[in-house]
């Protein structure tokens, strides 16, 4: 019997959604070769306007038994991420208004200092904006971080992080995994932590406590090992959950239960 396991942070609309059609061949292949795969449950993240109505669409379509009987079940966030916080977050709190009860999180948000798409202050105040409609909302928050570990830190401690924050695909070290874990923060890693120059981010992993535990597969994007340079999709998630329960000494079976349930638990799943 395989481990069931579930994935915190995939795109599937970015990777798969043509039109407005939601059952595509490509979906429905993807979602059935995740459900062989163990995968019971998904979070679609969105990234912006767009994305984010895709992943409701999405959200309502499983809801309805659209997908099957045994497709995994999938949850969706809405959400700014910074490489567009130019565009602006007011379009967010309508689709809080007409959607809320299809919606399980805030986010892909935070500050990407590496590309610097956006500029640094603009980015700041759409990832405050974002923090507080998490809490106004009571509702997960979802943290995109590049090379802006400090103004991230001093952004969250300036408002204090959401009860149910996720800091999604870590790429910190140690230190970074262990200010996510004093604030409460859930730690989700992905694909990259199986590929062979992330020590550090290893290192982080293994001091991540149990119940702060998540895993994802970011998909279509990070593929891990033994698939990198493909595109990624939510079946892997078994790869990553294997390869996080070896690095951490850790039962497979047990790390599949783990952080399953602090998957549902972050996002408030059933």
Known sequence: MKPTWFDSHCHLQEQFLESDKLATAELAGALERASHAGVSGLVVVGTDEATSLQAIGLAAASASGDFGSDAPTIAATVGLHPHDALAGTDWLRDLLTEYRWLISGIGECGLDYFYEHSPRDIQRRVFLDQIALAKEYDLALVIHAR???????????????????????????????????????????????????????????????????????DAPFLAPVPHRGKKNEPAWVSYVGAFVAAERSADEYRTAQVTMANTKAAFRLT
């Open 147 to 217: 090379d802006a570990w400090e103004d991230l830190f001093d952004a969250l401690d300036e408002v204090g992080c959401p009860e149910r924050t996720i800091l999604h695909c870590f790429t910190g070290g140690p230190s970074e995994a262990q200010a996510c874990v004093a604030r409460g923060m859930y730690v989700s890693f992905s694909g990259i932590v199986t590929f062979k120059n992330a020590v550090e981010i290893r290192e982080a992993l293994r001091i991540v406590p149990d119940d702060q535990l998540l895993i994802e597969t």
